[in-house]
């Protein structure tokens, strides 16, 4: 009996399921809950993000692979209120004047106090980073300014 019971109940979730999308998020982690809200919003700012690491380029898409939520009192709650703050690791793809194929991953970490993400870092890229630029303009300037005064005397 209990076999014919779960069979019809698998029938009738595999065939309404499209149209109740959503229905079981109640049984979701936190966690699982702030990836997808994530998902959303790295998706919708994937350019700012990108531009956080790189100097050219136009962002693709973004996945995000893990997030971590640090829990104030160390236990999961279901109100992201009582976290101090998570972790989150994800990828951006993109497409630059010389990487037509790029992609950066990379771990940020949100303060909840603060309400801001406190901390950017790269895992892993096969682009030029902002600091990379950075540092190869500021040895072409010093190149320059260095020539100039040398020709001065």
Request: glycine letters at 8%; proline letters at 4%; hydrophobic letters at 40%.
């Amino acid at each position: 009996m209990k076999r014919i019971i779960a069979t019809v109940l698998c029938l009738i979730f595999t065939l309404t399921i499209p149209c109740h999308a959503g229905v079981f998020d109640f049984l979701k982690s936190p966690e699982d809950k702030l990836k997808d809200e994530l998902q959303e919003s790295f998706t919708q700012n994937k350019q700012s993000i990108f531009n956080k690491f790189h100097p050219v380029g136009t962002a693709t898409k973004v996945v995000i692979h893990e997030v971590k939520i640090e829990w104030r009192s160390g236990r999961p709650s279901n109100n992201i209120e009582n976290a101090a703050g998570f972790g989150v690791v994800f990828t951006v793809y993109w497409r630059g004047p010389i990487t037509p194929d790029g992609f950066t991953k990379a771990f940020g970490i949100f303060d909840n106090d603060s309400k801001r993400y406190v901390k950017w870092e790269i895992i892993s890229t096969n682009g030029t980073t902002n600091e990379q630029a950075a540092d190869v303009a500021g040895e072409v300037l010093g190149s320059l300014i260095s020539n100039y005064f040398q020709n001065q005397h």
